[in-house]
Structures are given as structure tokens and as C-alpha cells.
């Protein structure tokens, strides 16, 4: 079907011979060469256009909005032509989504629904009904929002929750702004929950406004379409781009951005340092009611950000007025909660003495639980989910920046990129007229409802570290490596390190490839240099929110015989192996205690603390002196409920820095063998007859720390294939 209004517009935009035609504030990136490789495949088209709108994050969010085509197709029954729509399916992202993350519906099946559509009290049950619209039975599942494109006669439609439209539609006279802007070639619907009702809506203001080029969603978002993909793509950033214009010629004309500024940041090395030493004690608060049903210490992962966007809102005067109202698109709200906590604590405050912190934020936490408890009765239904974590998901904290805490990184990351779109939106809003929310009844509806918490319960099991920072020392190759990848298999966030500043390059590049950046962060250290072990637990703390679990892997290795032992070879050792075990260990637990749910240790000792060997005086005692170090610790730290274990390996020869030069040539000639022959000799000398790689040290730790010996400490897990004399007795 076509309709009039496709040809009232013509999109050809102008080469302002910057390769942007034109725009401003949004980007323009379509490739005629690389969208001719879709000719005459409208849903190739489709994903391409989907991809080039969710690469722009002014354009919308991610995992947010929805795109879809209706193009003919072959009916399998009867080979007849139909008409077949393929929309973003449930869940996706439309800045990565493919082909499989769509969902295709006979149009005319879907439109038919109407027929037995009861009203919006039984809006739910119409999604079930989507499935007997489904053409392609084995593409994605439609998502809530299949009948707003449905109803819509156009072959290209994009639905988006760009800031700057949002700014308008959540503005309080965002329907007159519209019209008047658009000269009423934009229509006007009020907010709606999304669904079959919001569809028939949508449909009813095309009736009732033939010509328009899109329509404005009331504290939604945006729909405009095309009879091209690119007729679509230009008609969505010509209007995103008005809006945004729009915005930017409003700000200064009612007063400074959010009321002027009532205070100045910290510098920037003042914020992070903040910021790395509180968030331990936030990450510990919001991480309560999860850790307290978790013996294995896993708790909330942090995000940290000091945006300059966010910056300018935490410090304005009209902080205190706007955050409690939340946010108003439900894209936003479904990522950050009603609201965010706003900290009551000053930017030079001493945060040296965490009990003290904590006395001052915990009544603070204790009120923004009761708010939250309290929405919760008010607006609940007879039939609404069991209420979920009364903690904050966004913490404000004025002059320093904004906290995010999530069940794992990416998903507080995002959160921060939500509340940061909810920051735009506030701010446009503000400038050209007044900000408003949802209702408190309407989030919650959002928030309970019972297809999103479907959604919840369809979600895959966590993995066993899931939650769980780990810092491993000397991971950027051999053991540490294979230890920190094993757990971020097994869903940790971990922090690389090395005091080698060319091989952590190329560790990082290789985790950046095989994990993204979701998943770990990098710092040198040197067990030996207090000052950048602090630098490492800081930048676990800005990258994640403290820490749960240290590794202790640094070693070095020197065999001697006694008389040619240097005193500088013995210092060299006991500073690594030890001291370095010493320092590393006390700064992992002051973070630990601020978080106040426990953790672990695990140290990567040897069979050499055990067992004497020739040529091993300096070696053989340091490791001796970590053994016994790791049972005073589990001793001292049982209290806390942090856990101290070690795993003993022997001759873990791969991609060891140790075995690389002069201790592989000492222990052959301690044995009479030649380096080349030192993996069998150490195989051939064990029960079992194997070689130990780094990945059986790796499964070892996991052991400890995979759940199941969360109440075992002051343990030695041997891993050496079997040496006799190195049983512990």
C-alpha cells in the first residue's frame, strides 16, 4: 500500500562536503556503493538502515527502539504472493543486530487481530496471538512493540528514542512544540504503554493526519517512515535533526542549563581518587540483599563515570528538583529505576575512614530503600511480581560524578548511558518548556509488568562467577593468564596486570578481542611497589566497584647452589614471592572489608614449600614462607569471611616467563637432563604421568572459588600430577 505523504518530501539532502550532507547532530552514513549490495532485498536493506541508526547513540539507545520493512513474499502453503513484515525482534540491539534477530509476520494476519481484540484491560493476552502471525517460524520472537509497525501502512518504519525528540515529547507542552515546529506534519500521540492499544493508536492519528511524516510518541520516543529504506533512514534524520536544532538554539533563553551551576567539580585526579575509594562501600550497599544470599561473595558490578554532561547536572542548582522526578521514556526507566540516589556527602569530604562513610551513607540507603519499599505497596497490583532489589541503580554524587550498579558490567555501563540520555532529555525539555515524568503508577506499570518479568524469568541462568571481581597478579601471560581467562569464562570481570608494560599490551589486545571491554581492565604492577598496587585496586574500583577475589601469581624463580646464592638473588625472591604476596594480599583485603561480603585469596604457591630440592635454598624457602603467610592470613581473615587457599603447581613450563631463561637451565643440570627434556623428566617423576599446564592450575583456583567450597580456608590443593613428597601431611 502507498501512501500519499511518501512523495511529498524529497530526500536528498545537500554534500556540505564533509561527507555529513548537511547534518549537525546526527551522522549520515549511508553508502550508496555498500547499500547497492542489497538491491531488491528489502530485508537486507532493512538490517543495513537498522545498523546505521543504532551506530549513532544520538539516535537512540542500546537495545532500544525498533525498525522494521514489509515487503511481498512467497506464502509456503500455496506459493501465492503476501504481504510479509520483518521487525526487530524481541530483545535485540539494532546497532548489531542480523538477519536472525528478526521476526516475520503475514501483515494481513497481524491486522486481523483486531478482530478479536477484547480491549487494552486485555492487552497482554494479544501477545500470545502474535504467534499465530508468525511467516518465518524460526525467527526471533516479536517483540511488544510488532503492532505499533503492523498498523502502519508504510514499507519502511523506524521507532527510536532519540534525546532530543524525547526532549520534546516529554516536555509539558511537547504536543503544541511539535506541531508548531513541524508546521503539524508531525502528529501527536500521548503516552501509552506500549502494545496492541498504542498500535490501533498510532493508526488512528495517520487516519486523522494524512500527509504526516511521523509521529510523536508523548514521553516515548519517535516513529517516522518511508516508502525506500533510504526514504525512511533520511525522513528519521531530518527530524531528529530539527529537534535537535530546535534545542540547541532554546539553550540560555530561559536562564542557564539546569538553574547554573551551584558548585564546581573536583579536578580530575581529585574525582577518580574519590570516586576509586568509595565505590567499595557503595558496591558493599548495593550489593546487600544479593550477597546476603550468596556465600560466595559475589555481589553488584560498578560503573563509574564523570561525563561532562553528567557533571553539569550533578552540580546545578536544579539537581535536587529534577532527579527525584526519574525518567520519562521507558527505555530509560527500565535501565535506571524510579530514581537515582542523590549522596548527601561533600566533594571535599574525608572518605580516609570507611566506617565513618559508611555511618553517614547508610541512613541514606536505609531512606532510598523505604521510598522504594513504599512505591512498591502504593502502586502494586493483585497480580504484580514480588518486589525486586529496593537498592539504587544510579548514585549522584555532586562535585565527583555518577555511580552505576548492575548484576554485571555491561549491564551498568548501559545504565550509565541510559541515565545520561535521561540527563539530555531533562535538559532539552527544560529549555524549551518543563520537564515531566512518568507518573509513578505508569513506571510501575512499566517496571511490574508481567511480560516484562516473563522476560526476567526467560533470562539464561548466571555463571558461577558471575558478580565476582578478580584481580590476578602477573596475568598477562603463563598461569595468570590461564587463571584470569578461566573466570572470565565462567563470568568474572577481571584486572590484568604485569610489570611488563609490552606483554600487558598484548594481553590486552588479546582479552579486548576474545571478551570486549565488558568483561576486564588493565594496569601495571609490580608486587614490589606499593604505589602501583594501589593504582591497580584503584582502577578495579573505578572499573568495577572493588573486588572480590585476589590471586597472588607474580613469581620468579632463581636455582643456585648454595655457595653461588647472591644476597641480592635472596632479596629478589622474598621481595616477589613474599613480600610481594604480603602487600598485594593487605590492599585486596581493605577492599574486601569496605565492601563487607567477604572473598577470597588464593595464593599460587609451589610443591617446592614442601619439598626439598637441590639448588632451591632461596626458592624452595620463599615458597615455604607463602605457604605458611596464606594459613596466618586464613586465620586472621576467617572474621571477615574472606577465604585463603593455595594451589601448589609443579613445572608449569608453558608460556612461563620463569622457564624462559636461566631457572630451566639450572633445574636441568640440578637433574642431568637437557632443557629440552625437562616436561617429560618432571611427568615421568609423577603418579599420573602428566604434563601440568597452566589451564589445570586455572581449573584449580576455580575450584576454590566456583561456590561449592565457600565454606573451606587454610586449604593446599596440590597440582603436580602426583609428587609424593609434596603431600601435605
Given at each position: 500500500?502507498?501512501n500519499?505523504?511518501?512523495?511529498?518530501f524529497?530526500?536528498?539532502?545537500v554534500?556540505?562536503?564533509?561527507?555529513?550532507?548537511?547534518f549537525?547532530?546526527?551522522?549520515?552514513?549511508?553508502?550508496d556503493?555498500k547499500?547497492a549490495?542489497?538491491?531488491?532485498?528489502?530485508?537486507?536493506?532493512?538490517?543495513?538502515?537498522s545498523n546505521?541508526?543504532?551506530?549513532d547513540?544520538?539516535?537512540?539507545?542500546?537495545?532500544?527502539?525498533?525498525?522494521?520493512?514489509?515487503a511481498?513474499?512467497k506464502?509456503?502453503?500455496?506459493?501465492?504472493?503476501?504481504?510479509?513484515?520483518?521487525?526487530k525482534?524481541?530483545?535485540?540491539?539494532?546497532?548489531?543486530?542480523?538477519?536472525n534477530?528478526?521476526?516475520a509476520?503475514?501483515?494481513?494476519r497481524?491486522?486481523?487481530?483486531?478482530?478479536?481484540?477484547?480491549g487494552?484491560?486485555?492487552?497482554?493476552?494479544?501477545v500470545?496471538?502474535?504467534?499465530?502471525?508468525?511467516?518465518?517460524?524460526?525467527?526471533?520472537?516479536?517483540?511488544?512493540?510488532?503492532?505499533?509497525?503492523?498498523f502502519?501502512p508504510?514499507?519502511h518504519?523506524?521507532h527510536l528514542h532519540p534525546d532530543?525528540?524525547i526532549?520534546?515529547?516529554?516536555?509539558?507542552?511537547g504536543?503544541q512544540?511539535?506541531?508548531?515546529?513541524f508546521?503539524?506534519?508531525?502528529?501527536?500521540?500521548?503516552?501509552?504503554r506500549?502494545?496492541?492499544?498504542?498500535g490501533?493508536?498510532?493508526k488512528q492519528?495517520?487516519?486523522?493526519?494524512?500527509?504526516?511524516?511521523?509521529?510523536?510518541?508523548?514521553s516515548?520516543?519517535?516513529f517516522?517512515?518511508?516508502?525506500?529504506a533510504?526514504e525512511?533512514?533520511?525522513?528519521?534524520?531530518?527530524?531528529?535533526?530539527?529537534?535537535?536544532?530546535?534545542?540547541?538554539d532554546s539553550?540560555?533563553k530561559?536562564?542557564p542549563?539546569?538553574?547554573?551551576?551551584?558548585m564546581e567539580?573536583?579536578?580530575?585526579?581529585?574525582?577518580?581518587?574519590?570516586?576509586?575509594?568509595?565505590?567499595?562501600v557503595?558496591?558493599?550497599l548495593?550489593?546487600e540483599s544479593?550477597?546476603?544470599?550468596?556465600s560466595?561473595?559475589?555481589?553488584?558490578?560498578?560503573?563509574?563515570?564523570?561525563?561532562?554532561?553528567?557533571l553539569?547536572?550533578?552540580n546545578?542548582?536544579?539537581l535536587?528538583k529534577?532527579?527525584?522526578?526519574?525518567?520519562?521514556c521507558?527505555?530509560?526507566?527500565l535501565r535506571?529505576k524510579?530514581?537515582?540516589?542523590?549522596?548527601a556527602?561533600?566533594?571535599n569530604?574525608?572518605?580516609?575512614?570507611a566506617?565513618l562513610?559508611?555511618?553517614k551513607?547508610?541512613p541514606?540507603?536505609?531512606?532510598?530503600?523505604?521510598?522504594?519499599?513504599?512505591y512498591y505497596?502504593?502502586?502494586?497490583h493483585a497480580?504484580?511480581p514480588?518486589?525486586?532489589?529496593?537498592?539504587?541503580?544510579?548514585?549522584?554524587?555532586?562535585?565527583?560524578?555518577?555511580?552505576?550498579?548492575?548484576?554485571?558490567k555491561?549491564?551498568?555501563?548501559?545504565a550509565?548511558e541510559?541515565?545520561?540520555?535521561a540527563?539530555?532529555?531533562?535538559?532539552?525539555?527544560?529549555?524549551?518548556?518543563?520537564y515531566?515524568?512518568?507518573?509513578?503508577?505508569?513506571?510501575?506499570?512499566?517496571?511490574y509488568?508481567?511480560?516484562?518479568?516473563?522476560?526476567?524469568?526467560?533470562?539464561?541462568k548466571?555463571?558461577a562467577?558471575?558478580?565476582?571481581?578478580?584481580l590476578?597478579t602477573?596475568?598477562?601471560?603463563?598461569?595468570g593468564?590461564?587463571i584470569?581467562?578461566k573466570?572470565?569464562?565462567?563470568?568474572?570481570?577481571?584486572?590484568?596486570n604485569d610489570?611488563?608494560?609490552?606483554?600487558?599490551?598484548?594481553?590486552?589486545?588479546?582479552?579486548?578481542?576474545?571478551?570486549?571491554?565488558?568483561?576486564?581492565?588493565?594496569?601495571?604492577?609490580?608486587?614490589?611497589d606499593?604505589a602501583?598496587?594501589d593504582?591497580?585496586?584503584?582502577a578495579?574500583?573505578?572499573?568495577?566497584?572493588?573486588?572480590?577475589v585476589?590471586?597472588?601469581?607474580?613469581?620468579?624463580?632463581?636455582?643456585?647452589?648454595?655457595?653461588?646464592?647472591t644476597?641480592?638473588?635472596?632479596d629478589?625472591?622474598?621481595?616477589i614471592?613474599v613480600?610481594?604476596q604480603?602487600?598485594?594480599?593487605?590492599a585486596?583485603?581493605?577492599?574486601m572489608?569496605k565492601?563487607?561480603?567477604?572473598?577470597?585469596?588464593?595464593?599460587?604457591?609451589?610443591?617446592n614449600?614442601?619439598v626439598s630440592?637441590?639448588?632451591?635454598?632461596g626458592?624452595?624457602?620463599?615458597?615455604?614462607?607463602q605457604?605458611h603467610?596464606s594459613?596466618?592470613?586464613?586465620?586472621?581473615?576467617?572474621k571477615?569471611?574472606?577465604?585463603?587457599?593455595?594451589?601448589?603447581?609443579?613445572?608449569?613450563?608453558?608460556?612461563s616467563k620463569?622457564?624462559a631463561?636461566?631457572w630451566?637451565?639450572?633445574?636441568a643440570?640440578?637433574?642431568?637432563?637437557?632443557v629440552a627434556?625437562?616436561?617429560?623428566?618432571?611427568?615421568?617423576?609423577?603418579?599420573l604421568?602428566?604434563?601440568?599446564?597452566?589451564?589445570?592450575?586455572?581449573?584449580?583456583c576455580f575450584?576454590?572459588?566456583?561456590?561449592?567450597?565457600?565454606?573451606?580456608?587454610g586449604?593446599v590443593?596440590?597440582v603436580?600430577?602426583?609428587?609424593?613428597m609434596?603431600?601435605?601431611?
Open positions: 500500500m502507498k500519499e505523504q511518501a512523495n511529498q524529497q530526500y536528498a539532502p554534500d556540505d562536503g564533509g561527507g555529513n550532507k548537511g549537525q547532530h546526527v551522522s549520515y552514513l549511508w553508502d556503493v547499500a549490495e542489497f538491491a531488491g532485498d528489502e530485508v537486507g536493506l532493512l538490517v543495513y538502515r546505521l541508526l543504532g551506530a547513540l544520538r539516535l537512540t539507545n542500546y537495545g532500544g527502539g525498533n525498525t522494521s520493512c514489509k511481498m513474499a506464502d509456503p502453503l500455496t506459493g501465492n504472493p503476501l504481504e510479509v513484515m520483518w521487525v525482534g524481541s530483545g535485540g540491539d539494532l546497532g548489531t543486530m542480523k538477519r534477530g528478526l521476526a509476520l503475514y501483515v494481513d497481524l491486522r486481523s487481530l483486531t478482530n478479536v481484540y477484547k487494552i484491560a486485555f492487552e497482554d493476552e494479544m500470545e496471538l502474535f504467534n499465530h502471525c508468525i511467516y518465518d517460524l524460526a525467527s526471533k520472537a516479536p517483540s511488544i512493540d510488532t503492532p505499533l509497525h503492523g502502519l508504510f514499507k518504519i523506524d532530543a525528540a526532549a520534546i515529547a516529554a516536555a509539558k507542552d504536543k512544540i511539535t506541531q508548531e515546529l508546521d503539524g506534519k508531525i502528529g501527536w500521540v500521548p503516552w501509552q506500549p502494545g496492541f492499544d498504542l490501533l493508536q498510532l492519528c495517520l487516519d486523522e493526519n494524512p500527509g504526516i511524516r511521523g509521529i510523536m510518541l508523548g516515548h520516543g519517535l517516522t517512515w518511508g516508502d525506500t533510504y525512511s533512514y533520511i525522513n528519521t534524520l531530518e527530524v531528529i535533526e530539527k529537534c535537535a536544532q530546535y534545542l540547541e539553550y540560555g530561559k536562564g542549563v539546569f538553574g547554573g551551576q551551584k567539580a573536583l579536578p580530575k585526579e581529585a574525582r577518580l581518587q574519590k570516586a576509586a575509594t568509595l565505590a567499595p557503595l558496591r558493599g548495593c550489593s544479593m550477597a546476603s544470599n550468596s560466595a561473595g559475589a555481589g553488584m558490578v560498578g560503573h563509574f563515570t564523570d561525563d561532562e554532561r553528567v553539569q547536572f550533578i546545578s542548582n536544579h535536587g529534577l532527579a527525584p522526578m526519574g525518567t520519562s521507558p527505555d530509560h526507566f535506571t524510579i530514581s537515582p540516589l542523590v549522596l556527602l561533600g566533594a569530604d574525608d572518605l580516609g575512614n566506617e562513610v559508611k555511618q551513607i547508610i541514606q540507603f536505609v531512606a532510598y530503600r523505604q521510598m522504594y519499599a513504599d505497596t502504593t502502586c502494586k497480580n504484580s514480588a518486589m525486586r532489589d529496593p537498592n539504587p541503580v544510579v548514585i549522584l554524587y555532586p562535585g565527583v560524578g555518577m555511580f552505576t550498579f548492575a548484576k554485571d555491561q549491564t551498568a555501563r548501559v550509565a541510559f541515565y545520561i540520555n540527563i539530555n532529555v531533562m535538559k532539552g525539555a527544560e529549555a524549551v518548556s518543563e515531566t515524568s512518568l507518573p509513578r503508577q505508569e513506571a510501575f506499570n512499566i517496571e509488568w508481567l511480560l516484562e518479568e516473563a522476560k526476567l524469568q526467560r533470562m539464561p548466571p555463571k562467577l558471575s558478580g565476582r571481581v578478580a590476578i602477573g596475568s598477562a601471560g603463563g598461569i593468564k590461564a584470569a581467562k573466570f572470565a569464562n565462567e563470568g568474572a570481570c577481571v584486572v590484568i610489570n611488563d608494560a609490552q606483554r600487558l599490551e598484548g594481553a590486552k589486545e588479546e582479552f579486548a578481542k576474545q571478551y570486549g571491554k565488558d568483561v576486564f581492565t588493565a594496569a601495571l604492577l609490580d608486587v614490589t606499593k602501583t598496587i593504582a591497580a585496586f584503584e578495579a574500583a573505578l572499573a568495577f566497584g572493588g573486588v572480590d585476589v590471586v597472588n601469581c607474580a613469581g620468579i624463580s632463581i636455582s643456585k647452589p648454595l655457595e653461588e646464592h644476597e641480592r638473588d635472596w629478589f625472591l622474598y621481595d614471592l613480600k610481594g604480603f602487600l598485594v594480599t593487605q585486596g583485603v581493605a577492599i572489608r565492601q563487607g561480603f567477604g572473598g577470597d585469596v588464593l595464593n599460587i604457591v609451589s610443591k614449600a614442601l630440592g637441590p639448588n632451591n635454598a626458592y624452595g624457602s620463599a615458597k615455604a614462607a605457604l603467610l594459613r596466618l592470613n586464613a586465620a586472621e581473615l576467617g571477615d569471611n574472606i577465604r585463603v587457599n593455595v594451589v601448589n603447581p609443579d613445572a608449569v613450563i608453558s608460556d620463569i622457564w631463561g636461566a630451566a637451565e639450572g633445574r643440570k640440578a637433574y642431568g637432563v637437557t627434556e625437562l616436561p617429560a623428566y618432571y611427568a615421568k617423576r609423577t603418579l604421568n602428566e604434563i601440568i599446564l597452566p589451564d589445570d592450575i586455572a581449573n584449580a575450584v576454590f572459588i566456583g561456590g561449592l567450597l565457600h565454606k573451606s580456608t586449604n590443593l596440590n603436580d600430577g602426583g609428587v609424593a609434596a603431600f601435605v601431611r
